[in-house]
């Protein structure tokens, strides 16, 4: 009797799985990939339980089981902009979705304490990656392509169009929220002749940004933005309003326009979503960005009103699926020489792929934008114009 009951369960377990991998077979097949199929971008499955994984738990049970080598797609990138593409993610809304999208919108994840949390959480996992991954310049955002065709040419061009949107003039004094590696700030003194504060919550980057501008006229501090007083000529932020956070977003742009003279400019690079706000991915998360969350069009806007003019509201979203790719490539190539250390080992070369690939692919469904949107106090009088 044990022995026809054991048999009767694991047919009964085969069949559920069956049914979950006709399923997947299903939904895969309106964004044109296939299972074990041989195009690139088909996924090919090393564990049948990826199915009940991904199904049960959503983006994060399928990104753990990439990790875990349940699965692959030699063209990573090609499986998720398919996926995408097509809106198949949407299909996969479970509990940890939910819990993620209340944790967001109930409790101030960026405040406090937890401001700092990013830091340690991601940008002071080395600099020995970071190196590697972003080029000549550890410039950790969107590159601006329009006449560039390396990373190294389209990050200098990115600084610059910052800098030239905010006309910068010799003698000015700028602040940086979130400065990084403190490359734009060292750009902009050398280039533009300015002097500038940056502040950062990564204690890693604010070492390398001392160094990095030693003997320019730039200080560089471990510090919360919002404990800033003083006045500058102008002001930006460059990839940090992404961990911010909805409840945070007017007392961000209220320190803006505190730190700002009143004939001053007021630049905000950042990652936006098309979609309704407040809903975090799950993987990313728990793995890349905790407590990180990328604003809609609706809150920014929100946010800055009575406080600032909008001059100008640029949308280049789609070269940040170039810029993704050149980081990946930089990432592969420098793979031998990383996994020496102990931190990196091969389950973080699948988990950091895997960020780069599905990021890229999220640009090249135009699911996610890049903006830099130019501010001014009281409206630039006579108009403002445009730098592209």
Known sequence: MNDLSGDFAKSETAHHGSRLRERA????????????????????????????RAFAHGSLGLGEAYMDGWWDADDLDGFFFRVLDAHLDEHLKNFDTLRAHLRARFINLQRGRRAFKIGKAHYDLGNDLFSAMLGKRLVY????????????????????LVCRKLQLKPGMRVLDIGCG?????????EKYGVSGVGVTVSEQQAQFARELCKGLPIEIRLQDYRELEEKFDAVYSIGMFEHVGW????????????????????????IGVNSEPSRPDPWIEKYIFPNSMVPAASQV?????????????????????????????NFDAAWPELSKNPRYD????RMWRYYLSASAATFRARRDQLWQITMSPRGVRGGYRVPR
């Open 25 to 52: 077979e299903h939904l895969l097949a309106l964004a044109d990939v296939k299972i074990d199929g041989d195009r690139p971008w088909d996924l090919r499955v090393h564990d049948e339980h990826v199915f009940a």
């Open 301 to 329: 806007a929100t946010a800055l009103e009575g406080l600032f003019v909008v001059e100008d509201w640029h949308n280049f979203g789609a070269d940040y699926d170039k810029t993704l790719m050149a980081w990946r490539a």
């Open 181 to 189: 590696w403190g490359e734009a700030l060292k750009y902009s003194a």
């Open 247 to 270: 409840k945070n977003y007017r007392t961000y742009f209220e320190v803006c326009k505190r730190c700002l003279k009143e004939d001053g400019l007021n630049l905000l690079h950042c």
């Open 141 to 160: 955002s969107c590159g601006y392509w329009a006449q560039a065709d390396n990373l190294d040419d389209a990050q200098a061009a990115k600084l610059d």
């Open 346 to 349: 091969e389950r973080f070369r």
